[in-house]
């Protein structure tokens, strides 16, 4: 299904930030939750929202750490029920984690109209594996944020309008399903690891999308370009940030937003556009980046220290892709 993955004229840009997308919008008496809402990136969603009047509940494996990164969001030394923010403690890859994080929500009887799947394992050199054997990358950022979401549904039904966005990358394009070794049992690549987990996410949109919106519950995936954060980096991370020309030859990040090489302001456009902005109603099963639907561009692109590949094709969003997936995704959470 991609006739609806075009732009509809957003009217913002690759240098818009979460600011600029939540300007005049009221998100009073929302709720919302978000996986990872204490990262760099993260972090800057949660404090748009609760800007914007939104109650956030930041979900985070280690709740100490989160609730300390954020406590300046509110100015106050004990971070829960002020402000706007909560943290709870949630970990993406253990399934009794998401089911008690979700079971709590649905004891207290909320609504939830908007869940962030922010969260995600980059890049680990080593193949590492889950209690179940799944490889851990694709098993924190697809299979526990899955578990998350169905197990969230009675919630974002509740809420009556509902939205489930999830962060992709622009490395869903260079991805692949490896529908018979899902686990890198051979052949581990911590990049195509990573590819494969970040094409999951944009497959389980489509699918979910049309499980769902006839139940008021639309899903996208956003693209927020590459954030590395302004420094200083870690040694051991220069040399590969400069090939990839994310920084100069001082080790200073590179700022070029039409080249997707964003700071978090500018990346969290895109996640709060998809999660909340109303210019989205009424559509859904799309990929978002630049703070509107994506274009689509099935033409082969290669990966430059100046152009980072990270529009739409085809292969991201097929539908019955996503159907199979969605099956297989299933079969491997049986307890």
């Not at 100490?64 to 943290?87: C, K």
């Not at 769902?212 to 996208?220: K, L, P, Q």
């Not at 080790?251 to 996640?271: N, S």
Request: net charge neutral; proline share 4%; no cysteine.
């Amino acid at each position: 299904m991609t006739t609806r993955q075009h732009p509809i004229g957003s009217g913002f840009t690759a240098a818009s930030t979460a600011t600029d997308v939540l300007a005049g919008v009221d998100l009073s008496g929302r709720e919302v939750i978000i996986t990872g809402g204490h990262s760099r990136l993260g972090r800057e969603v949660t404090r748009s929202l609760v800007t914007a009047g939104a109650s956030v509940t930041v979900a985070a494996r280690d709740p100490q750490r989160a609730a300390a990164i954020l406590t300046d969001i509110t100015n106050a030394d004990d971070i829960n029920g002020l402000g706007g923010v909560q943290v709870k403690r949630l970990d993406l890859a253990d399934p009794a984690s998401i089911e008690a994080f979700a079971q709590r929500w649905q004891k207290a009887d909320r609504a939830l109209h908007a869940l962030v799947n922010n969260a995600a394992m980059l890049f680990a050199p080593e193949r590492r594996l889950d209690a179940r054997g799944n490889e851990l990358s694709f098993a924190t950022t697809h299979l526990g944020h899955f578990q998350l979401t169905r197990a969230l549904l009675p919630a974002l039904r509740l809420a009556g309008s509902a939205r489930v966005l999830t962060t992709t990358s622009g490395a869903a394009r260079f991805g692949s399903i490896r529908w018979d070794d899902l686990s890198f049992r051979s052949g581990y690549d911590a990049g195509a690891a990573y590819a494969q987990s970040k094409l999951a996410n944009v497959l389980f949109t489509v699918e979910l999308d049309r499980r769902y919106a006839d139940d008021g519950i639309r899903a996208f995936a956003a693209h927020p370009g590459v954030v590395i954060g302004p420094g200083p980096h870690a040694p051991s991370a220069v040399a590969n940030y400069r090939a990839q020309g994310l920084v100069d030859d001082d080790g200073a990040t590179v700022i070029d937003p039409a080249a997707g090489k964003k700071t978090a302001e500018q990346g969290a456009a895109t996640l709060v556009f998809g999660a909340v902005s109303p210019l989205l109603d009424g559509t859904g099963g799309v990929y978002l980046k630049d703070s509107d639907i994506a274009v689509l561009d099935n033409s082969e692109r290669l990966l430059t220290r100046a152009s980072i590949p990270s529009d739409a094709n085809a292969a991201m969003l097929d539908s019955e892709d996503a159907r199979r997936l969605w099956t297989i995704t299933e079969r491997l959470l049986v307890p």
